[in-house]
């Protein structure tokens, strides 16, 4: 395996458990869920992004180094019960294969799983300008679920444990029922799996609240951080203040959450495209104008 110790290094082509990437901006670590030595105490599982570096901060990790960022943790399919944490969690305990596309592409690859027959492939792409990871992941459902009103028919969460950020919660766009102005609201939580919204601020404290705008954002190493989404629908968010983790130092994990309805049966296909975001020096205030300048890379 090639270790970088900056962004200017150019990585040779792997297979394994580890491909590195750099496009010169970004230094990325993909991983697989298998063992993995090289990054210490690493739970076998985790799979994603396991290191990320900016070339301005190359010694700093955005996320936690044994752990990872945009990791298929979870998934949920509507009729099927979940009982324990090892069949909520499927992607973990389940092969993923990782293969390298070209220079700066890499992708994950998950046949059918057991019970719940879902089959993904996630794709990652390295950008320069903005500093970002494109991505573009797609779903097959071979197993029908059953409608039920208060669940999406098919949930999928990626967890990103963030190392140490300044502030450790998230901040979205959204309103309350109370209110239907949209404003800069930010999740918020005591402990993991508890989990409420308030005021960007820190003032009330929300349990009806709405999405606005489909992305996240937050500051972790003195950078803008964002994730964002497309289709819109698409989208939700978690947040725990540990990332069920405890450790010396924050752990947040800012989590994105797809979920797809109204899915007519099996064999079932659908897609969306999302950006990851880091931009050393900006705040969360630009969040909105890097979201609409994606949607017009996006139409062109």
């Keep these: 395996m090639l270790i970088l110790s900056g962004c200017e290094e150019e990585p040779e082509p792997?297979?394994?458990n580890v491909i590195i990437i750099s496009n010169g901006v970004l230094t990325a670590h993909f991983v697989d869920n298998g063992v993995l030595s090289e990054y210490g105490d690493h739970p076998e599982g985790l799979n994603g992004i396991a290191r990320l570096r900016h070339i301005n901060q190359p010694e700093q990790d955005i996320f936690v180094p044994f752990l990872a960022g945009l990791n298929y943790e979870t998934t949920a399919l509507s009729g099927v019960e979940d009982t324990t944490w090892e069949q909520k969690a499927e992607p973990r305990y389940?092969?993923?294969?990782?293969?390298?596309?070209?220079?700066?592409?890499v992708e994950l690859y998950q046949e059918p799983t057991t019970r719940k027959e879902i089959e993904a492939l996630l794709q990652y792409t390295l950008k320069q300008n903005p500093p970002a990871v494109d991505f573009y992941f797609q779903f097959w459902?071979?197993?029908?679920?059953?409608?039920?009103?208060?669940?999406?028919d098919f949930t999928a969460l990626f967890a990103s444990y963030m190392y140490d950020p300044q502030d450790p919660?998230?901040?979205?766009?959204?309103y309350t029922g109370g209110d239907l102005t949209p404003r800069w609201l930010r999740a918020a939580a005591e402990y993991h799996g508890s989990f409420w919204v308030e005021e960007a601020g820190g003032s009330g404290n929300y349990t009806n609240y709405y999405i606005h705008?489909?992305?996240?954002?937050?500051?972790?190493?003195?950078?803008?951080?964002?994730?964002?989404l497309n289709p819109p629908e698409n989208f939700r968010l978690w947040y725990s203040p540990t990332g069920g983790w405890n450790l010396d130092y924050n752990s947040p994990a800012w989590d994105l959450?797809?979920?797809?309805?109204?899915?007519?049966?099996?064999?079932?296909?659908f897609s969306v495209n999302g950006r990851m975001l880091f931009i050393p020096g900006e705040t969360v205030d630009n969040a909105q104008?890097?979201?609409?300048?994606?949607?017009?890379?996006l139409t062109k």
Excluded: C, S
Excluded at 142 to 149: C, S, Y
């Design 257 to 269: 959450v797809i979920t797809q309805d109204n899915v007519p049966g099996p064999p079932y296909y």
């Design 14 to 16: 792997q297979t394994g």
């Design 289 to 297: 104008y890097h979201y609409e300048e994606w949607l017009e890379e």
């Design 213 to 228: 705008k489909p992305y996240f954002a937050g500051i972790v190493q003195n950078a803008l951080f964002m994730i964002m």
């Design 169 to 174: 919660h998230l901040y979205f766009r959204g």
């Design 141 to 152: 459902l071979h197993r029908a679920p059953v409608f039920l009103a208060w669940q999406a």
């Design 94 to 105: 389940e092969p993923i294969y990782l293969n390298q596309v070209d220079d700066t592409t």
